[in-house]
């Protein structure tokens, strides 16, 4: 997941598409007179309204410039438009109004993960895993975090465990498998990262990448045929993965089983792409 996509994810994705998650807001935020304005910036954002939603959260924080919510909605609009230095001073804004808002202690790890600050990220995301263990997405970043650094032991334990935490809370998703699964791959782990495939075609079955995972997994251990065979599939569907990435690899797969003219079909369409893009 690359990190344009994790903000996409982040902004607009799920359980994410709120400037908290789905909870009852805490009393303190309910009593604010700025809190019927962030109600509408709310559903603005959800409605992807965006330059609506920021003058409602002008107005919310010019009523109560504390008012955590708001200034958590406002930072992830600002990463939106790449003013990572106005999502700062709001999440600072935001954990200096309330040290314990596990929220806003992970989004701002997630700023500094963004602006590739890995330990200042790592730093941030610890303290908003101790503020909620029971948080996913903490997690999984922190995972990344770590294993931008190269620490891969400590990166799969975050993921074991954003995994667990989803899973436990009924709402999977299939780009944290993913991410998982990619790393058992570069850790040679294969049969673990087999089992993590089928889960993720179980949560996303009409996705492509977890049968280009399967693909690459599979050349790893020795079979392209089967390599071909999940390359073949992930062709016929839509996802993260692009049409060139699946193609190359079957041109791998197929050279590898000596069928040269489904490498040569490949190859062509390869070679189309490349010329397209040269127009």
Same mark, same amino acid.
């Given at each position: 997941m690359t990190r344009a996509r994790m903000l996409a994810v982040l902004l607009l994705g799920g359980a994410f598409a709120m400037a908290q998650p789905p909870r009852q807001a805490p009393a303190k935020d309910r009593r604010s007179p700025g809190y019927a304005a962030y109600q509408r910036a709310n559903e603005l954002f959800v409605a992807k309204k965006f330059q609506e939603c920021m003058n409602a959260l002008d107005?919310?924080?010019? !009523?109560? +410039?504390?008012?955590? +919510?708001?200034?958590?909605?406002?930072?992830?609009?600002?990463?939106?438009?790449?003013?990572?230095?106005?999502?700062?001073?709001? !999440?600072?804004?935001?954990?200096?109004?309330? +040290?314990?808002?596990?929220?806003? =202690?992970?989004?701002?790890?997630? =700023?500094?993960? =963004?602006?590739?600050?890995? +330990?200042?990220?790592?730093?941030?995301?610890?303290?908003?895993?101790?503020l909620n263990p029971r948080d996913p997405p903490a997690a999984l970043y922190l995972g990344l975090a770590q294993e931008s650094l190269g620490r891969t032991a400590e990166a799969l334990v975050l993921y074991q465990e954003a995994i667990r935490l989803e899973e436990a809370a009924g709402r999977p998703h299939v780009e944290t498998v993913l991410v998982c699964a990619r790393l058992l791959l570069l850790l040679g782990q294969f049969d673990e990262e087999e089992r993590l495939l089928h889960r993720a075609e179980e949560i996303a079955p009409g996705s492509r990448d977890p049968h280009f995972e399967a693909a690459r997994l599979w050349m790893k251990k020795g079979d392209p045929g089967r390599a071909a065979k999940e390359g073949e599939i992930a062709l016929g569907l839509r996802g993260e993965t692009t049409d060139r990435q699946v193609q190359y690899l079957l041109v791998q797969a197929y050279q590898a089983t000596g069928r040269e003219a489904d490498a040569a079909r490949h190859a062509a369409a390869l070679r189309a792409m490349e010329k397209g893009q040269g127009k």
């Open positions: 107005e919310a924080l010019r !009523l109560d +410039p504390k008012l955590i +919510p708001a200034l958590t909605l406002r930072a992830k609009l600002a990463m939106a438009i790449d003013r990572y230095d106005v999502a700062r001073e709001d !999440l600072e804004r935001a954990i200096a109004a309330d +040290p314990a808002s596990w929220y806003a =202690q992970f989004l701002y790890g997630f =700023q500094f993960y =963004q602006r590739n600050e890995m +330990p200042a990220a790592i730093a941030a995301l610890e303290k908003a895993r101790r």
